[in-house]
């Protein structure tokens, strides 16, 4: 029974929470009726923010924007289907009138009022202004579904005097007292509300327009140390923390082996793969072997009735073609990659299963570089090269990618096909097939864990990697990466 006492309390904190939310309706609404005769010098800093999100976000999806102001930050990204709430009736009205064809509602953060759950939720510099921060993101966490994606920018505590300085100046909108949280701040009550985050990363250290400069110092120097650490904003994203494995039918999985000079590993392929989910078909593509690969692959299927099997011949060259055949012919909504060397053990393959399938993990990585190694299992040149594109794919991704060119990864069909339909903003420029499946998870912002497994020398034939040649490949795909994903 709740004690007069608690009862005071829990007034008073009600009246408190009230106060400062109708202040701050009261100041915006006054900020929004300043902006139709007054610009401030934020229009470099808002564009930047904009460029940042249009880079996450992909058009057409279900976009919530949680703070919207005047809306032009949502309307930038094209949604299919946009909705837009702030607490500001004159924002509000403002936002209506710019973006008809966007629904904005006149809210609060702290009961949105909405029933519906949204691909991608953005929170721009909004929890610097909540009451609740907390309470906020339970209303998230009750507006997304298992594959939303939560985005949020924050000022950095670094810029609160220069950010006091510009508003005293008269060059930036005047804000009241703001909550100057940290990542770890938001990432702690994220996780209290069920979420998780994904990664984080600095943004801009010019906020103000300036030629060459400008563009210099915020795609380039913002992403190198010390200098993230004075970076004005910090980006978060999350995603809903995965919920207990689903019940009912399990899935279909579809294990594609591009196969090229493997004949005598087929047989064991056969032998050694575990039934994993409901079934698991074989999805055999060979690739114009010298040797009678394609022959013995016809006659293992004969021979093993009881596998659910497929044979194609790629029509192209390089594994990276042959991963895409074999994707395209898949009927499982499981997709694994088994190299047909057999140094990545099919006996590892369901715990890649339970990875993908516990939802802990979107895009799951095997990593060879943890166990010890057989001895002619990865030549000591080699080892040294996948350790430093380890660390550079981190660097580049923002997320830990321990080994790049491990043979085998798996991920949901459906996310497969969302990277197909993305896959312009790269091109075809991944001959290994791996690159174009980790950069296009990261652009996508999906969840990617990593599982080690003890790496195994090869027992019959011979590698289809040159280092040298390939190595130089591999130098020049960072390249590429850095400007497509890091340097935008």
């Not at 009205?93 to 009022?113: T, V, Y």
């Not at 594609?256 to 493997?262: C, D, G, L, S």
Request: include cysteine; hydrophobic fraction near 40%.
């Amino acid at each position: 029974m709740e004690t007069g006492t608690a009862r005071e309390i829990k007034k008073t904190l009600t009246e408190a929470a009230i106060n400062y939310r109708n202040k701050r309706k009261a100041h915006w609404d006054a900020i929004a009726r300043k902006m139709d005769t007054w610009t401030s010098w934020g229009r470099y800093y808002h564009a930047r923010i904009e460029h940042v999100y249009r880079f996450l976000v992909s058009p057409g999806q279900k976009v919530l924007e949680i703070g919207c102001g005047t809306g032009d930050l949502l309307a930038a990204l094209k949604p299919q289907t946009g909705v837009g709430i702030d607490f500001s009736g004159e924002m509000i009205k403002r936002a209506r009138n710019r973006h008809p064809e966007i629904r904005f509602i006149q809210a609060d953060a702290h009961e949105p009022g909405l029933n519906e759950s949204f691909d991608t939720i953005i929170l721009s510099d909004t929890v610097n202004d909540l009451w609740d921060v907390q309470e906020v993101f339970n209303r998230v966490k009750e507006l997304s579904n298992p594959r939303t994606r939560i985005i949020i920018n924050t000022y950095s505590r670094v810029w609160e005097i220069p950010l006091l300085l510009a508003q005293a100046l008269g060059l930036a909108n005047p804000k009241l007292p703001q909550n100057w949280l940290t990542t770890e701040d938001i990432g702690g009550m994220l996780d209290l509300a069920g979420l998780e985050v994904i990664r984080s990363w600095p943004e801009i250290l010019w906020p103000l327009d300036t030629p060459l400069v400008a563009d210099f110092l915020n795609r380039f120097v913002t992403r190198l140390w010390p200098f993230y650490y004075l970076a004005l904003t910090n980006f978060i994203i999350a995603r809903p923390r995965p919920a207990a494995r689903p019940r009912g039918r399990k899935p279909v999985v579809s294990v594609i082996v591009p196969a090229r000079n493997e004949a005598g590993n087929i047989p064991k392929i056969f032998e050694r793969t575990p039934e994993m989910g409901q079934s698991t078909e074989l999805i055999f593509v060979e690739g114009h072997s010298r040797d009678d690969t394609y022959s013995v692959i016809e006659k293992e299927m004969a021979r093993h009735p009881e596998r659910r099997c497929k044979l194609f011949r790629q029509p192209g060259t390089g594994k990276g073609d042959a991963v895409r055949m074999g994707f395209e012919k898949a009927t499982g909504s499981i997709l694994m990659i088994l190299d047909a060397d057999m140094t990545v053990p099919p006996e590892d393959l369901p715990r890649f299963y339970d990875a993908i399938y516990s939802g802990k993990g979107e895009f799951i990585n095997g990593v060879r570089l943890v166990y010890p190694m057989e001895k002619q299992a990865m030549r000591y040149l080699n080892l040294l090269g996948n350790k430093f594109f380890s660390l550079a794919f981190t660097w580049l991704l923002g997320q830990p990618v321990k080994d790049t060119l491990c043979g085998t990864k798996v991920l949901l069909k459906s996310d497969y096909e969302r990277i197909a339909r993305n896959r312009s903003y790269f091109g075809d420029f991944d001959p290994f097939g791996d690159f174009d499946l980790l950069f296009g998870a990261a652009k996508l912002n999906m969840k990617i864990v990593e599982v080690p497994i003890r790496y195994a020398e090869r027992k019959y034939g011979s590698t289809n990697i040159d280092r040298w040649r390939h190595g130089w490949l591999l130098l020049k795909m960072t390249a590429y990466a850095m400007r497509k994903m890091k340097f935008v």
